[in-house]
């Protein structure tokens, strides 16, 4: 069964300062994604990736994937406030039921 | 393009009734997840449909069951609700683009059992 880990699972920064959040997943997965959730809210797509060394960059964040080692980074560069928010990993998990599979979330807290 | 709405947004039940929520996904959208999310288990997967069947089902009971209309439009019924059943609940709508399956969440609905 597929499981996914991320850590942190609580990250505190100030802003300019640059971190890696981390994605585990036990099982082969072909597709991982990135959610972003505010507070109340619900989660907004950041990055769909697909095959192995995929990168792709949005602003300050940039996410990265190696099936080989079965790990997907989060890259934050020099941060900002306005990047505060629990990011959550989910890999495909393509055996038995077709379903996302989340990690528990890593709460960021970007203080000025 | 309108992205996916639930309604409704709150709700507030008591243990033993039952609940229906609905989802209405992004226009062309013909898959539908639900995804139940609590503090201590986080976010899990309840069951997903595409073309008004149910394609796959997560580990919850049978008193979690959904349907979905030709519309795409789909419900989640939660009977004999428990005090463990409060939680965000939340559908996505995707293409099922192959080799894609990008999936986009719906503002959730926040169900309060008392």
């Known amino acids: 069964e597929l499981k996914v880990e991320q850590n942190p699972l609580f990250l505190s920064m100030q802003e300019g300062k640059n971190y890696t959040i981390y994605c585990n997943y036990s099982?082969?997965?072909?597709?991982l994604y990135w959610y972003r959730q505010d507070p109340g809210k619900s989660l907004e797509s950041l990055f769909v990736l697909l095959s192995n060394g995929a990168v792709k960059q949005e602003g300050r964040l940039m996410a990265s994937l190696d099936t080989k080692a079965r790990l997907s980074t989060l890259h934050i560069t020099a941060a900002v406030h306005d990047l505060s928010a629990t990011y959550f990993c989910?890999?495909?998990?393509?055996?038995?039921?077709?379903?996302?599979?989340f990690g528990q979330g890593t709460r960021l807290t970007i203080n000025p | 393009k309108a992205g996916v709405t639930q309604t409704p947004r709150y709700l507030i039940k008591t243990r033993g009734q039952q609940v229906t929520l609905s989802c209405s996904p992004i226009?062309?959208?013909?898959?539908v997840s639900w995804y139940q999310q609590t503090p201590g288990q986080g976010l899990q997967f309840l069951f997903e449909?595409?073309?008004?069947?149910?394609?796959n089902k997560g580990n919850f009971p049978g008193r979690f069951s959904g349907r979905q209309f030709s519309n795409s439009r789909s419900e989640m019924n939660v009977s004999t609700l428990e005090l463990g059943d409060s939680a965000l609940y939340l559908c996505a709508s995707s293409a099922r683009d192959r080799g894609i399956n990008e999936q986009f969440f719906g503002p959730g609905t926040r169900l309060t059992v008392l």
């Open positions: 099982t082969t997965s072909d597709r």
């Open positions: 449909y595409f073309s008004e069947t149910q394609r």
């Open positions: 989910a890999a495909y998990s393509s055996q038995g039921a077709q379903k996302l599979v």
């Open positions: 226009s062309g959208h013909r898959s």
